[in-house]
């Protein structure tokens, strides 16, 4: 496989020897690249100062070629000092990826990731424009590097063990401003986040699929504290952000709340510490998770022939709003699309004996801290909180086409831990997290279940004002898991999947950084050790599924000691409490 893998990276980019390769420990998207039907390069794109100008091209589908199966491959080289960077690619109003870049260094970095994009096949098999942002800025001084990226697809004529039959629309919520070549994505909570749609009578599935990310006060959302605590320690005001350190991403139909997502913690390849995420960068970085909802049971009100607003909201926790549910900070940004597949039988879908049961989220909230008295004058000097949470919620009714009725039903159950303690004027902060659910879908009738549990510690050496563009260091501490079994409702209705999968991976990083003249350069006194475990499987779908896989990889100092692969499961150890050091406050 490392040989296919390597090819297929080289066939895109000409790299010169030194450069450092850089990677996501993820399941491959199929098991061989080997022989596509037909292959196109999309485009191969430099960004340097490229804020508010992304790349904007025309898609088209590759003459002659019979697919079902497209993969897309995106590669970037990198040379130089630059902070981590956020893109999206568009196809006209949809975004179907979500990535991120890995910060380089001076020698340059290359890295390559591929993603299935078979359940966007209804807008791969038209001409559309296609818009690629990459954000990035160059100053000649601190800000140095340019991300040259490229992008190919490869399409396959795979046969699928379960029949093909990809969504016959997909609709966009999103701003609609490719016509100006723009992305549309929403800002929240600046914008709405909503848009009016009519959707054909005779829908008998839809899915609805949606992105969220937080940015600038944002990015580290799951630190934060409540809005009430943002000042304990004045000394060092503006260091903390508000609004909690808990949100979830609404759904809603009319007003009407549909789905929810509690989101997976991104750290970015920035994130609290720069030296800690290369060469192996940090979960989910190169494909930020989308999330499902099944909206079938919604269909007696959506099929009516009259436009419908959904809508997409982000939102925290708030002692003092109702429902203890407040605003968040900017900015979110988010987007979704609606798969819905038609029954061609019938002019009308009928439901009845809707159900909307939803309970929570229930909060509990706990704090203390303590404080110090000099010659009168009372300081705070640590605080600690425990935020934990919880949501139910069941959508059902009954659906009938022609003589036949079938009951439809959505259910979530989501629990939420968020325990932190901070000393030093919050320079030194420990968390201990866990997010775990569990959603259901008549689509599939499987039950999907995941948890993500998270132990953060950093301990900042900075001046207060103009940290990361003065000397200063972090000491960071990361133990984290992803574990899920589930299955994705568009790829089991496209076809692409046939049952649920499992997928454990557990990353664990200790580094200590320095920088002098800003954050995106260390030194060479930094030292990072990791280690990435990746196991997962999956029933095989067609003849180059990927039925098992793993990863490990052990790192030290931006060099990889060990990288094991193969074409069946490991064992991934568990998440553990961090080890006790000097400073490290205990959660």
């Known amino acids: 496989m490392r040989a296919i893998h390597v090819a297929l990276v080289l066939a895109c980019c000409s790299l010169s020897q030194g450069v ?65 960077r956020l893109a999206t690619l568009w196809l006209g109003d949809i975004e179907v990826w979500r990535t991120s870049t890995a910060m380089p260094v001076n020698y340059g970095i290359h890295w390559s990731f591929q993603k299935d994009m078979t359940i966007w096949r209804p807008l791969l098999t038209q001409s559309q424009k296609i818009i690629f942002d990459l954000g990035n800025l160059i100053d000649g001084t601190r800000y140095t ?93 503006g260091w903390l952000y508000g609004y909690s350190p808990f949100r979830e991403v609404q759904l809603l139909l009319d007003d009407q709340l549909a789905g929810v997502s509690w989101p997976f913690p991104i750290l970015f390849t920035g994130g609290v510490d720069p030296g800690a995420w290369r060469p192996i960068v940090g979960i989910d970085a190169f494909e930020l998770p989308s999330f499902e909802v099944d909206v079938t049971p919604w269909l007696g009100l959506l099929t009516d022939g009259q436009p419908h607003t959904f809508q997409l909201r982000v939102v925290g926790y708030d002692a003092a709003s109702e429902n203890n549910i407040g605003p968040v900070g900017e900015n979110w940004w988010v987007s979704g699309s609606i798969f819905v597949w038609l029954d061609d039988a019938v002019e009308q879908t009928v439901a009845s004996s809707f159900q909307h049961q939803v309970s929570g989220p229930n909060f509990d909230f706990s704090s203390e801290w303590t404080v110090a008295s000099d010659n009168g004058a009372v300081t705070n000097t640590s605080l600690k909180f425990v935020l934990s949470a919880s949501r139910d ?84 501490l990361v133990d984290r898991s992803k574990l899920e079994d ?61 039925t098992a896989y793993h990863r490990y990889a052990l790192e030290k100092n931006d060099s990889v000691l060990v990288d094991e692969q193969g074409w069946e499961q490991i064992p991934v150890p568990s998440t553990i409490p961090l080890p006790l050091i000097d400073g490290i406050p205990i959660v």
């Not at 629309?169 to 709405?192: A, E, K, Q, R, V």
């Open 20 to 84: 450092l390769e850089v990677f996501q420990a993820a399941p491959p998207s199929r098991s061989s690249f080997d022989g596509p039907a037909c292959h196109q390069t999309l485009f191969s794109h430099d960004f340097g100062n490229s804020y508010g100008m992304p790349y904007v091209g025309a898609y088209a589908p590759p003459d002659g070629c019979n697919f079902t199966t497209v993969i897309f491959n995106l590669s970037v080289v990198s040379a130089g000092s630059q902070y981590d």
């Open 486 to 546: 589930s299955i994705s409702a568009l790829s089991f209705l496209t076809g692409t999947s046939i049952g649920a999968g499992s997928l454990e991976t557990r990353q664990n990083v200790t580094s200590n950084y320095r920088w002098m003249d800003a954050i995106v350069t260390g030194s060479e006194n930094d030292t990072m050790d990791g280690e990435v475990w990746l196991s997962s499987s999956s029933p095989g779908a067609h003849n180059a599924s990927v």
């Open 145 to 237: 590097a340019s991300f040259s990226v490229t992008l190919e697809a490869l399409y396959y004529d795979d046969v699928y063990e379960a029949g093909f039959h990809p969504a016959d629309h997909i609709y966009p919520i999103s701003t609609l401003s490719s016509s100006s070549n723009g992305t549309s994505l929403f800002s929240l909570p600046g914008d709405s986040g909503a848009v009016n749609l009519t959707l054909p009578r005779n829908v008998k599935s839809a899915v609805v699929s949606f992105t969220a990310s937080g940015n600038g006060a944002e990015e580290f959302w799951f630190t934060n504290v409540p809005t009430e605590y943002v000042n304990t320690f004045p000394s060092n005001d």
């Open 393 to 476: 919620m069941t959508v059902s009714s009954t659906i009938t086409s022609g003589n036949q009725s079938r009951d439809v039903t959505w259910t979530q159950s989501l629990s939420f831990y968020n325990n932190q303690n901070m000393t030093n004027l919050a320079f030194n902060q420990s968390l201990a997290m866990n997010t775990s659910g569990r959603h259901s879908s008549s689509a599939t009738d499987v039950v999907s279940r995941y948890t993500y549990p998270l132990n953060l510690f950093s301990a900042y050496n900075v001046s207060s004002s103009g940290a990361t563009t003065n000397p200063g260091s972090v000491l960071c």
